[in-house]
Nanobody, 127 residues
Framework: QVEPVESGGGLVQAGGSLRLSCAAS????????VGWFRQAPGKDREVVAL????????YYPDFVKGRFAISRDNAKETVFLQLDSLTPEDTAVYYC????????????????????WGKGTLVTVSS
C-alpha cells in the first residue's frame, strides 16, 4: 500500500512552468506504476502521464504534445511532473495515483486502474 501526497501546485502565468511532486510513502515504491491526472471544474478526471515502476515505460495522451514530462526517483520515493508552456486550459486540480496493475492494462484503463490516490494540488494558469 502507498499513500501519495502531491505538492508544487500554484498560480502561474500563461507560458510559465511548474514542477509537481508526488511523494508516496509505503513500500515497495518501485513496484508501483504512478500516474498524474487532472480534473478541471465540471470535467472528468483525465490522465496526464503515466510512468512504470522502473521508469522504463512512459505514456502521455496526445493533448500533452511534449509540454509535460514525468520522471521518478525511486530512492526518494517521488514522482515528478514538469509542466511547461502552460495555458489557462491547464488549470485544474492535479492528482497522483498509484497501482500495481500490469502496464498495458493501466494505459488502457487510465484513472480506472489506479488503486491509491492523493488529495491533489491546484494548478491555476492566468492569461
Amino acid at each position: 500500500q502507498v499513500e501519495p501526497v502531491e505538492s508544487g501546485g500554484g498560480l502561474v502565468q500563461a507560458g510559465g512552468s511548474l514542477r509537481l511532486s508526488c511523494a508516496a510513502s509505503g513500500r515497495p515504491f518501485s513496484e508501483y506504476t504512478v500516474g498524474w491526472f487532472r480534473q478541471a471544474p465540471g470535467k472528468d478526471r483525465e490522465v496526464v502521464a503515466l510512468i512504470e515502476g522502473a521508469g522504463a515505460n512512459i505514456y502521455y495522451p496526445d493533448f500533452v504534445k511534449g509540454r509535460f514530462a514525468i520522471s521518478r526517483d525511486n530512492a526518494k520515493e517521488t514522482v515528478f511532473l514538469q509542466l511547461d508552456s502552460l495555458t489557462p486550459e491547464d488549470t485544474a486540480v492535479y492528482y497522483c495515483g498509484a497501482t500495481q496493475k500490469f502496464w498495458n492494462l493501466t494505459v488502457r484503463r487510465g484513472r480506472g486502474a489506479m488503486d491509491y490516490w492523493g488529495k491533489g494540488t491546484l494548478v491555476t494558469v492566468s492569461s
